[in-house]
């Protein structure tokens, strides 16, 4: 086994990170004393780095791509390893770590569960996911390693992404609550949005010695209970503003219906009572608004055409249908 292992470490001479899988951030090489002694050559291929680790410290570290003869070659990084080996001991610890400084690229985030917040415009609880992508490279291997790596053989893309992802939704829950993006808002502004969550992510990467490159929101849902309020604001705005076409007030355009759900469900006279209440209130109603001004800012064309939308929904007798639109008539 002593023999097999020796030759093993003559013909493994060449210190290098082969064909690393897109998931691979760090590596050790080596934490064989005498395989790093005996090496005859460095490469460090496009988009890897290297460090070596003496005494559980990072005593050199080498970013730039290179292919070097380690008995002629007289580069920093090999100046440090050699003096460093010609003093050791059995007891210390030594290693030789590669790692990619290639663009880590389209890692996807989302949010488990809605993010709630106040809406700033209806002022109701609003609860939004959101999804998307985001890119990053090592700022500071020597950071990273300190940080996460800690002497561990290998450590891949994939032991990063929960953390990274925790970061992530608590910074977005942060974000939201402060900048409360109004509901009707959030799909036109999602640029601006992810630009400012991402300026909130970075110190956050940085202190493990990431680089976000950039951060994108693909996608904005709001839940059912959000989306159902909002609709039924929408639905009151449309019926106000179609009472201020005909000149009469939200209230009366209630009793409108009301009167209709009455004329619906009339089963005795509870239902004949109600229809009779609001036909009395609404007949009053109509009245002032048959000798009242017509709106300078309503059209006619739309006052009429309103009319005929309550004509045809049974909200208006014809009668009460030809009076008011006669007087409409009569602006012209």
């Not at 109701?124 to 999804?131: E, K, Q, S, T, Y």
């Not at 953390?163 to 609550?177: G, H, P």
């Not at 959000?226 to 355009?253: F, H, K, L």
Request: negative net charge.
């Amino acid at each position: 086994m002593g023999i097999i292992g020796g030759l093993k470490r003559q013909l493994r001479s060449v210190v290098e990170w082969k064909d690393p899988g897109p998931d691979e951030l760090f590596s050790r090489w080596s934490e064989d004393v005498d395989e790093i002694k005996n090496a005859s050559k460095l490469i460090v291929g496009p988009g890897q780095g290297c460090l070596f680790v003496y005494e559980g410290r990072i005593a050199a570290e080498l970013e730039q791509e290179t292919m070097v003869e380690l008995t002629t070659a007289n580069i920093p990084f090999w100046t440090t390893v050699t003096r460093l080996m010609q003093a050791f001991e059995s007891e210390h610890k030594v290693g030789i770590y590669f790692f990619s400084r290639r663009a880590i690229v389209d890692q996807k985030w989302g949010t488990a569960s809605p993010v709630k917040y106040e809406e700033p415009r209806f002022g109701f609880p609003a609860a939004l996911r959101v999804h998307g992508n985001f890119s990053w490279a090592l700022e500071d291997p020597k950071g990273f390693f300190r940080a996460l790596v800690a002497g561990q053989s290998r450590y891949r893309v994939s032991d990063l992404r929960s953390i990274l992802a925790s970061r992530i939704v608590q910074t977005i829950s942060d974000y939201l609550a402060d900048a409360r993006p109004p509901y009707l808002e959030v799909d036109a502004k999602r640029e601006d949005i992810a630009h400012g969550i991402q300026a909130k992510l970075e110190p956050e990467f940085d202190k493990f010695g990431i680089r976000l490159l950039d951060f994108r929101i693909e996608g904005a849902e709001f839940d059912e209970e959000t989306r159902a309020r909002v609709n039924q604001i929408g639905d009151r705005i449309a019926a106000s503003q179609e009472a201020r076409v005909v000149e009469m007030s939200y209230a009366d355009v209630q009793r409108l219906d009301a009167l209709r759900d009455a004329a619906r469900n009339q089963s005795g006279a509870a239902g004949a009572g109600m229809a009779i209440g609001a036909g009395v209130a609404l007949g009053g109603s109509l009245a002032a608004v048959a000798t009242s001004a017509p709106s300078a800012a309503a059209s006619i064309e739309s006052r009429l055409a309103t009319l005929q939308q309550l004509l045809d929904k049974k909200l208006i007798s014809t009668e009460e249908y030809e009076a008011k639109r006669q007087r409409i008539l009569e602006t012209l």
